[in-house]
């Protein structure tokens, strides 16, 4: 199983960025993690292949998950980008669902670091 990660970047506060994350097989749930520097990895917003979102309270009306089942891949759009979201974002997927617990996550993808200027 294979979890390719890309989009992540530098970018200036106020600006936004789309990771993608295409899985070689598919899974119910799909989605996002985030470890900043010194800190426990984190759930940012996780998505089933039925639909069903959920998102961590703090990033919400700010990122938005989506995914397209055909192609096995799980996006997420970051908008309004602030320096504390600067932080190694983890691609994740799961036979079941995605949850903050790390335990949730059955398989894991490369980290795309994303870097926002104050």
């Known amino acids: 199983v294979q979890l390719q990660a890309s989009g992540g970047g530098l970018v200036q506060a106020g600006g936004s960025l789309r990771l993608s994350c295409a899985a070689s097989?598919?899974?119910?749930?799909m989605g996002w993690y985030r470890q900043a520097p010194g800190k426990q990895r984190e759930l940012v917003a996780g998505i089933t292949r039925g639909g069903y979102t959920n998102y961590v309270d703090f990033l919400k009306g700010r990122v938005t998950i989506s995914r397209d089942n055909a192609e096995n891949t799980v996006y997420l759009q970051m908008n309004n980008l602030k320096p504390d979201d600067t932080a190694v974002y983890y691609c994740a997927a799961a036979n079941k669902l995605l949850g903050v617990r790390i335990s949730s996550v059955d398989y894991w993808g490369q980290g795309t670091q994303v870097t926002v200027s104050s």
């Open positions: 097989g598919s899974f119910n749930a």
